[in-house]
């Protein structure tokens, strides 16, 4: 067909503020991630607008939720496959969930015992009178016991 041409049609984009709406996060979030590697720079148009592909709200919101779970960036880096040459599998993911998991309980387990140390120094308190008869401030100004063993 001599004169026609073929119309690609443009790589559909997203603001900014309409990704940042879409992910659920918000601009200087989103200015975070890009500086941090996490996602991809914004493409500037001749006016200064920032574009991103639109297939990055996916992204952004897979980071946003990973960090709600606790995960630190690196481990959000590895599940994105930044910086590896092959592609993850789910295998490798599982892993890095994982790994995760263990954390939250060892530092659950932390918790228990920091509540179980802290819980009678509370429930004995007198609530009143001078710092000397603190039940709270005596104890922890002793050196704790060393558990048998060490």
């Not at 790589?11 to 979030?29: H, N, P």
């Not at 996916?58 to 960090?67: A, G, K, Y």
């Amino acid at each position: 067909m001599k004169g026609s041409h073929v119309v690609m049609p443009a790589l559909a984009t997203l603001s900014l503020t309409a990704l940042a709406e879409r992910s659920g996060v918000d601009t200087d979030t989103l200015r975070s991630y890009a500086r941090l590697g996490l996602i991809s720079r914004p493409r500037r148009t001749s006016n200064g607008l920032q574009l991103y592909p639109a297939d990055e709200a996916e992204r952004v919101t897979f980071i946003r939720r990973s960090l709600e779970l606790g995960f630190p960036v690196p481990s959000i880096r590895e599940m994105l496959g930044l910086g590896r040459r092959k592609s993850l599998s789910c295998g490798d993911v599982y892993a890095i969930a994982e790994r995760q998991l263990r954390d939250i309980r060892r530092r659950l387990a932390d918790l228990k015992g920091m509540e179980d140390a802290l819980s009678p120094l509370v429930e004995a308190c007198p609530r009143a009178g001078s710092l000397g008869n603190c039940t709270i401030v005596n104890t922890l100004s002793r050196p704790s016991p060393v558990p048998d063993g060490i």
